[in-house]
T-cell receptor
Framework: GENVEQHPSTLSVQEGDSAVIKCTYS??????FPWYKQELGKGPQLIID?????GEKKDQRIAVTLNKTAKHFSLHITETQPEDSAVYFC???????????FGAGTRLFVKA | NAGVTQTPKFRILKIGQSMTLQCTQD?????MYWYRQDPGMGLKLIYY???????DKGEVPNGYNVSRSTTEDFPLRLELAAPSQTSVYFC?????????????FGPGTRLTVT
């Protein structure tokens, strides 16, 4: 079946450093790629997304890049802060818009 | 707006018991979803609904049933609970499948089947 691979599973950085999380998807029909942040005991929350007709999108310290040919997309967090510590999930959604395939998640630790 | 609410927060079931997980959203969203999240894993779609009276299976529907009698409510029913259904269950909703299909998630229900 369709899947989304996410790496790394765990990432530890010093406060102020950058963090990069990478995902690869298999379904060529995927055209919407959201990133979610999940804090302990809470549901995931959308932090940024990108559509297939765009190569890069930025929102303050967070950016996402998409390479549709290679079926890769990445999350970049600059100037990390302790409150960025959480689990981050990438996802891919097909053109039908219903079936979201999530990556396995990356646990990010930002050390003060 | 309360957003997406789920009850209960925690539940322990014995093997073979049944229960209903409740989900309500007050954002007038047409689309609603149920996911399960196993430890260290991403979310898997169980069922989804595109409007009142319309539901369809996701990736892992076996052992579950849903109904959607109103726009606001989307309960998930577990019949004959099994240990493999031990998981955290999230309900989500979204306004539209096109454009920015942001899904809003509830806080989750942690279910243990022993």
């Amino acid at each position: 079946g369709e899947n989304v691979e996410q790496h790394p599973s765990t990432l530890s950085v010093q406060e102020g450093d950058s963090a990069v999380i990478k995902c690869t998807y298999s379904d060529s029909a995927s055209n919407y790629f959201p990133w979610y942040k999940q804090e302990l005991g809470k549901g995931p929350q959308l932090i940024i997304d990108i559509r297939s007709n765009v190569g890069e999108k930025k929102d303050q310290r967070i950016a996402v890049t998409l390479n549709k040919t290679a079926k890769h997309f990445s999350l970049h967090i600059t100037e990390t802060q302790p409150e960025d510590s959480a689990v981050y999930f990438c996802a891919a959604i097909d053109t039908g818009g219903f079936k979201t395939i999530f990556g396995a998640g990356t646990r990010l630790f930002v050390k003060a | 707006n309360a957003g997406v609410t789920q009850t209960p927060k925690f539940r322990i079931l014995k093997i073979g018991q049944s229960m209903t997980l409740q989900c309500t959203q007050d954002m007038n969203h047409n689309y609603m979803y149920w996911y399960r999240q196993d430890p260290g894993m991403g979310l898997k779609l169980i069922y989804y609904s595109v409007g009142a009276g319309i539901t369809d299976k996701g990736e892992v529907p076996n052992g579950y049933n849903v109904s959607r009698s109103t726009t606001e409510d989307f309960p998930l029913r577990l019949e004959l609970a099994a240990p493999s259904q031990t998981s955290v269950y999230f309900c989500a909703s979204s306004y539209t499948r096109t454009g920015n299909n942001e899904q809003y998630f509830g806080p989750g229900t942690r279910l243990t089947v022993t």
